[in-house]
C-alpha cells in the first residue's frame, strides 16, 4: 500500500515539475518572491537587534534559530501540502470533490498530490541558509545524535504545521468555504518565531496547548540551548505532531461522512 501510494505521488510529482518548466518564469518569480519576503522579515529583526542586545534573554542568533526551524518546517507544508488550501473552492464548492470520492485512491493523498508549490523551494533555501548561520554564529556543539534530532524536529515542525491547517480546512465540508478561519489560524503561527516566554502566558498557553505553534519553532530550539528551560518540552515535540496529525485526520474523516455532493 505505501510503495502503491509512493509510486503514484511520484508521477504526480513528475508532472507538475513538468508543468512548472514550460512556465519557468513564474516558477523562479514565485521562489524569488518568497525568498524576498522571508529576508525582509528577517532584515527588520536585524533593524530592532542594532538598538537593544536581547529579547527577554534572548539573542539575535538565538532568534534567528527559531526562525530558521520555522522556516525550513513550514516549507515542507507549503511545497507537498499547499493545496489544502484550495479545498472550499475548488473541490467542494465547484463539485470536484465527487470525483476524487469515485477513485480507488485516498481523496486526503489526492489533493495534497495535485499541486506542487514551487514558492516553497524558496522558503526553504532560506530557512536552510538561515539555520546554518544562526548554528554556526552560536558555535553549538554537534554530535551526530544532534543532527539526526534536529532533522526529526523539523519533519515534526512541518507536520504540525500540516495537521493544523487539514483540521481547520476540514470545516470547508459544513461551510463550503473555512479559507477566512484557516487563514486567522495560520497567521497565529507568526508569534512562534519569537520566543514563548515573551507573551503573556494566556497566549503561551494557547500556542502550547490548544494550537500548538510552540512546537514548530520555539520549543525544537529549546533542545540546543541551554538557558532556555524548556529541553523537555523539545522532546515532546515529535509526539505533539504524530497527535495532531492524528486528530486532524480523525475530523477529516468526519468532514467526509458529513460531505453531500453538489449534484450539479
Not at 529549546?222 to 529541553?231: A, L, R
Request: a positive charge; aromatic letters at 20%; glycine letters at 8%.
Amino acid at each position: 500500500m505505501i510503495n502503491r501510494y509512493l509510486k503514484l505521488y511520484w508521477l504526480y510529482f513528475k508532472n507538475h515539475i513538468k508543468v512548472m518548466m514550460e512556465y519557468r518564469g513564474d516558477f523562479f518569480i514565485g521562489m524569488g518572491s518568497v525568498i524576498l519576503q522571508q529576508v525582509t522579515a528577517i532584515f527588520f529583526v536585524g533593524v530592532v537587534f542594532q538598538h537593544i542586545d536581547d529579547i527577554n534573554g534572548w539573542s539575535f542568533y538565538e532568534i534567528l534559530f527559531i526562525y530558521g526551524i520555522a522556516m525550513t518546517g513550514r516549507s515542507i507544508h507549503h511545497i507537498f501540502f499547499d493545496n489544502l488550501w484550495t479545498l472550499g473552492w475548488q473541490y467542494i464548492k465547484n463539485g470536484n470533490f465527487d470525483r476524487l470520492l469515485i477513485r480507488p485512491v485516498n481523496p486526503l493523498f489526492q489533493v495534497c498530490a495535485e499541486r506542487v508549490q514551487q514558492d516553497g523551494f524558496g522558503q526553504l533555501v532560506i530557512g536552510l541558509i538561515v539555520l546554518t548561520t544562526s548554528v554556526t554564529k552560536l558555535g553549538l556543539q554537534w554530535s551526530m545524535l544532534d543532527v539526526i534530532f534536529l532533522f526529526i524536529l523539523i519533519l515534526s515542525s512541518g507536520f504540525i504545521f500540516v495537521a493544523i491547517n487539514l483540521f481547520f480546512i476540514t470545516f470547508s465540508f459544513w461551510m463550503v468555504d473555512s479559507l477566512p478561519i484557516v487563514w486567522a489560524t495560520f497567521n497565529l503561527s507568526e508569534f512562534t518565531r519569537y520566543p514563548l516566554t515573551i507573551y503573556h502566558k494566556g497566549i503561551a498557553f494557547l500556542l502550547t496547548w490548544i494550537i500548538p505553534y510552540g512546537f514548530t519553532a520555539f520549543y525544537p530550539v529549546t533542545y540546543f540551548i541551554e538557558h532556555s528551560g524548556y529541553k523537555a518540552f523539545a522532546l515532546w515535540t515529535p509526539v505533539v505532531a504524530i497527535g495532531s496529525c492524528a486528530i486532524a485526520y480523525a475530523f477529516w474523516n468526519r468532514g467526509i461522512r458529513a460531505f453531500t455532493s453538489t449534484g450539479s
